[in-house]
């Protein structure tokens, strides 16, 4: 196949950062994805309706062509009357990061406590609203750290419970990097879904840390860190197997190089001018390109019950080659050579 003209597709998970960096992002998602979740982790996390209305006419003001799905995040002040007005406002997304598992979480509620926000979970499922959630226990019972690549399936048993007491809320796993997250969710209720990114289908534990654990790729360090190859093979195959569970989220989540270059590096990786193409090439490896609408632009807004996006993009085998950075931030494959380009 020489291109293929696909419904425009959705990203159902991404980070678009506030100010200059907005700025810089945006049109690298809004020229491929007309809609995207866009996940509220700002430095003051977007935890109430004013906010997210906020954010959302900052985003506007720099592009009307994008259409921000929006969320509310999930902090230690949240209530069920917050829940409420954001729904009031248009907002259907709660989106959840445990304290201390990734960028921006501090404000975030530990998975140990969660049992606390009960009345907001159910207000939520009440109202038909989805929960995103960063599935990672970042420390053990004790309070010490868990290792980054045990830090998923560690989430397991917490995310069982809120879907044991909340059997009609909808519930998203963002980015399952692991084979033991992927069957979690395969054999949950249908509420339960999740995004899978391309990277964690192309990358490596050992393209990031060495054998003690150092990283050695702070540009490819993200959270849920890249993991073994078992899992990686799961993600994939997954991706292209059909299954209207999982769909597409980027996860695209740009950082200037200063901050990746310190230690630790800031997390995050910034997919979002390569993550098309980089779809087509990983589904067309595996001999899978009639599948890839279904995973970029069906799967996803059926699951959130949104309509189609008008319109299609094309994407076309031709060689290009991705430019290193842009505006200071470092792009994910920088200088490589591509074999799709989105048209
Ligand atoms: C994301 C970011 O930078 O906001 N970082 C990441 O490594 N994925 C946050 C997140 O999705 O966990
Ligand atoms: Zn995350
Ligand atoms: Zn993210």
């Not at 094309?314 to 991705?322: A, D, G, S």
């Amino acid at each position: 196949m020489k291109e293929i003209k696909i419904s425009a597709p959705f990203d159902m998970h991404l980070h678009l950062r506030e100010g200059q960096m907005l700025i810089n992002v945006l049109p690298y998602t809004s020229a491929v994805f007309p809609r995207g979740v866009v996940m509220g982790n700002l430095p003051i996390p977007v935890d109430t309706a004013e906010k997210a209305i906020k954010y959302k006419s900052e985003i506007l003001a720099d592009d009307v062509t994008f259409n921000p799905i929006m969320t509310i995040m999930l902090t230690r002040n949240t209530t069920p009357a917050i829940i409420r007005e954001a729904y009031n406002h248009g907002i259907k997304v709660i989106k959840y990061i445990p304290e201390g598992v990734s960028t921006n979480s501090e404000y975030g509620v530990p998975l140990n406590k969660l049992h606390e926000f009960y009345e907001v979970m159910e207000t939520a499922e009440e109202l038909g609203m989805i929960l995103s959630g960063h599935w990672e226990a970042p420390f053990n019972i004790n309070g010490n750290p868990i290792e980054e690549l045990c830090r998923e399936e560690e989430a397991i048993p917490f995310l069982a419970a809120i879907i044991n007491c909340f059997p009609k809320l909808k519930i998203v796993v963002e980015h399952a990097s692991t084979y033991g997250m992927i069957e979690y969710v395969k054999n949950a209720p249908n509420t339960v879904a999740a995004t899978l990114t391309a990277h964690h289908a192309l990358l490596d534990y050992s393209d990031v840390c060495d054998k003690t654990g150092k990283i050695i790729g702070s540009d490819l360090y993200c959270k849920p860190i890249a993991k073994k190859a078992i899992d990686r093979s799961a993600v994939l195959q997954t991706m292209i197997s059909g299954n209207p569970k999982f769909f597409f989220g980027s996860d695209s989540a740009p950082h200037y190089a200063e901050n990746k270059k310190r230690t630790p590096p800031a997390a995050g990786i910034f997919t979002a001018p390569v993550v098309m193409p980089l779809l087509c090439e990983i589904f067309d490896n595996n001999n899978a390109l009639s599948k890839i609408e279904n995973f970029t632009s069906r799967f996803g807004p059926k699951f959130y019950g949104l309509p189609l996006n008008e319109g299609k993009i094309t994407v076309r085998r031709e060689k290009w080659t991705v430019p290193y950075e842009t505006n200071g931030i470092k792009i994910f494959l920088g200088r490589r050579e591509l074999n799709w380009k989105v048209v």
